[in-house]
């Protein structure tokens, strides 16, 4: 069994229109190998940093995201023996070639498959105002006043009327 700390540099982008690891990211990985009987079962995590848009407010995210690893690469002689027996057939198989394997796939696999369809710049964004496109975040209580001109007076009377009966309560 062994352990290894190994940094993939992706040769180029992965992942969606949405939400992507860059090209030229590094991924750090922190993996184990350890020699099974059907081949190498390699097991640790992978951490990348996703780049993105929140699909609320449309302002840039970025999400740092750690993802497990598990993976068998079989051994050719074993893996069509598997095969055979009709084992696993849903299961992508990785094979040992020539005494090596490629980590490559395995970890774009598991890196991809995590990245969020709809990522968010906070879990509660309220994105942008519908009639001007402000961010609500910004201002919470912004809305439109949908009131005439004409009455803005008149409510304004009707206010100080009330802000006077409570002074008189108290
Ligand atoms: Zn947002
Ligand atoms: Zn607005």
């Known amino acids: 069994m062994e352990e290894e700390h190994i940094t993939f540099v992706t040769a180029e982008q992965w992942g969606t229109a949405v939400i992507s690891i860059p090209e030229g990211s590094h ?30 407010c449309l302002d840039a995210v970025e999400i740092d995201q750690m993802v497990d690893i598990t993976a068998l690469f079989a051994y050719p002689e074993r893996a069509v023996a598997a095969a055979e027996a009709g084992a696993d057939e ?12 490629d980590l490559e796939p395995v970890i774009r696999d598991s890196v991809v498959t995590a990245l969020p369809f709809q990522p968010l710049c906070q879990a509660d964004c309220p994105g942008l105002c519908s009639e ?16 005439d001109p004409r009455w803005a007076a008149l409510q304004d009377a ?3 009327a009330d802000a006077s009966d409570d002074m008189k309560e108290s």
């Open 27 to 56: 991924i750090e990985t922190d993996l184990r190998f350890e020699s099974v009987l059907e081949g190498v079962l390699v097991t640790g995590t992978a951490n990348s940093v996703a780049h993105g848009e929140c699909v609320r």
């Open 90 to 101: 849903d299961d992508e198989t990785f094979l040992v070639e020539h005494d090596r394997i």
């Open 132 to 147: 001007c496109g402000i961010h609500l975040a910004d201002d919470p209580d912004h809305q439109h006043e949908s009131i």
């Open 158 to 160: 009707i206010s100080d």
